[in-house]
């Protein structure tokens, strides 16, 4: 039983089925990375791009904005998204309605 165990770990093969595996399961994560970050930089800008033209931004607007683009910035974005965002920082906050 040893002898197989030692057979299998030292095959060139296994070691290639399971890089293989390996390769898919972040080949998804990252299309799932990528998916998210383009949801969320479509929403970042959205959701700014409306308080900038309103003149304002309420405190849980800011709040939910924020924690959104620090996710964002987590999974490796900026740009777009950082500088408009530096534009929202400038807006009076306004009380929630």
Avoid: P
């Avoid at 060139?12 to 969320?40: D, H, Y």
């Avoid at 931004?57 to 999974?75: A, P, Q, R």
């Amino acid at each position: 039983m040893r002898d197989i165990i030692i057979t299998v770990f030292a095959s060139t093969g296994f070691w290639a089925s399971l890089t293989a595996i390996f390769q898919t399961i972040m080949s998804k994560k990252s299309s799932e990375r990528k998916a998210l970050m383009c949801i969320l930089h479509d929403r970042i800008i959205f959701l700014a791009e409306q308080s900038i033209k309103r003149g304002y931004i309420t405190l849980d607007e800011y709040t939910n904005l924020m924690e959104m683009f620090e996710s964002y910035k987590s999974l490796g974005g900026n740009g777009t998204a950082e500088k408009i965002i530096g534009r929202v920082e400038h807006l009076t906050i306004k009380e929630d309605e």
